[in-house]
């Protein structure tokens, strides 16, 4: 089942208007935060509201900024959570003991760790597997017949492309459900419910709210009758890991400029990793907006007006050396995650560890608003060889 879309507003004018219209009775222009938990009902026990009963499912600003997600995706529903985690773990607890699940190796370290752990412990086979060789892939799919096949599209901190297309329509005729983590990419870039998946999945902390101040995760479907759907749905009533008014408001209020900051994200992005990969100290620019990017084709085909803010760069040399270039950075600030209005940089390896098999030199930058001369110029002054001895 398709939601309709309005196909005559751009998706730049329906977060700028947050989803909502104007509230008849106020005028108001942004709506409340509702901060009720439990609404009354009347004297012959009926809800004075029927839609209202108790916060854990009902508030209506979570409900607003639901529907305004689930329009931008092309999905029919979308149901929020307190934290990307928990909206990864909501679509993994769809699958029962003795069932397997196939996951894209070399992703978001949080989710490869959490599953390893949750699949022992559930009595759950995983297969952690290269999604970017898009052949071998789909044959790992037809061969272990898996209930879920989780992707993350494009992939954090290595930037891989996996053909969600290719992967879902095979996932599909093996019976599994197909998700895609798209937190690097939102869905300003890339819809992948379009491109056949079934689940599309985001760290609403990261870009959605842009301006690293909530912690949020959100799911949407493509079918809102399917199975996987309403256990979803049903798990984030019973299981509780809803998120609260207030944090929807400002995610709300930071998805208005949603598209405005992707715009500035990307064309930085695009200068920044152009720049990197002309300089000497550098081994290798992981950004699919470069041609030289083993994905830059399919990232061209299923990613629209750009090629996200999330890159890697390799340095030349050592561990030392990269923590030396990240060091010297005075603009750039030095801190996990991703996704905001200022520009973050991470070594991932010091992070993840040895046994990660990271590059020593990998670091992950994640381009925010900030004017792309101050940005290069920051990053230069940080690489010159000149500038180590300082
Ligand atoms: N997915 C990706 C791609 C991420 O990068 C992250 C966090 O960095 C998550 C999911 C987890 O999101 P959260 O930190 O909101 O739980």
């Not at 709210?209 to 019973?238: Q, T, Y």
């Amino acid at each position: 089942m398709q939601a309709p879309r309005n196909a005559k507003i751009s998706p730049a004018s329906r977060l700028a208007h947050g989803g909502g219209g104007i509230d008849p009775q106020t005028g108001a222009v942004v709506p409340p935060i509702q901060t009720a938990t439990t609404f009354a009902r009347d004297e012959s026990y009926r809800l004075t509201s029927p839609s209202h009963l108790y916060s854990r499912d009902d508030n209506d600003l979570t409900r607003q900024t639901e529907a305004l997600i689930a329009d931008l995706e092309g999905g029919a529903e979308a149901r929020l959570f307190a934290s990307g985690m928990a909206a990864i773990a909501a679509t993994v607890r769809m699958v029962r003991p003795e069932q397997t699940i196939l996951v894209q190796s070399g992703i978001y370290w949080g989710t490869t760790l959490w599953l390893r752990k949750h699949c022992q412990h559930a009595g759950i086979a995983l297969i952690e597997a290269d999604a970017t060789d898009t052949e071998r892939f789909c044959e790992t799919i037809s061969e272990s017949g898996p209930a879920l096949v989780l992707i993350e599209v494009p992939s954090n901190p290595y930037l891989g492309m996996a053909d969600i297309a290719s992967i879902a329509k095979v996932a599909g005729n093996a019976g599994a459900v197909t998700a895609v983590d798209a937190t690097a990419a939102t869905p300003i870039l890339m819809r992948p419910l379009e491109l056949g998946a079934d689940l599309v999945l985001h760290s609403a902390t990261k870009a959605l709210n842009g301006h690293s101040d909530v912690l949020a995760g959100v799911i949407s479907c493509r079918d809102a009758d399917s199975d996987a759907w309403k256990f979803i749905r049903e798990e984030r009533h019973d299981a509780g890991a809803v998120l609260p008014a207030f944090e929807a408001y400002l995610l709300l209020r930071g998805l208005r400029t949603l598209s405005l900051r992707i715009e500035r994200m990307c064309s930085n992005a695009q200068a920044i990793a152009e720049a990197l990969q002309a300089h000497p100290m550098v081994e290798t620019v992981l950004y699919p907006g470069l041609p030289t990017h083993p994905g830059h084709s399919l990232a061209t085909r299923q990613m629209h007006d750009g090629y996200g803010y999330l890159m890697s760069f390799i340095t030349k040399g050592s561990a030392q050396d990269a923590l030396g270039v990240v060091g010297r950075l005075k603009l750039i600030k030095r801190a996990t995650s991703l996704g905001g209005v200022e520009s973050l940089v991470e070594h991932r390896r010091t992070i993840e560890g040895d046994a990660s098999g990271i590059p020593e030199g990998l670091i992950r930058l994640s381009v925010g608003i900030e004017s792309a001369d101050d940005l290069i110029a920051d990053l230069m002054h940080a690489l010159s060889p000149l500038a180590a001895g300082e």
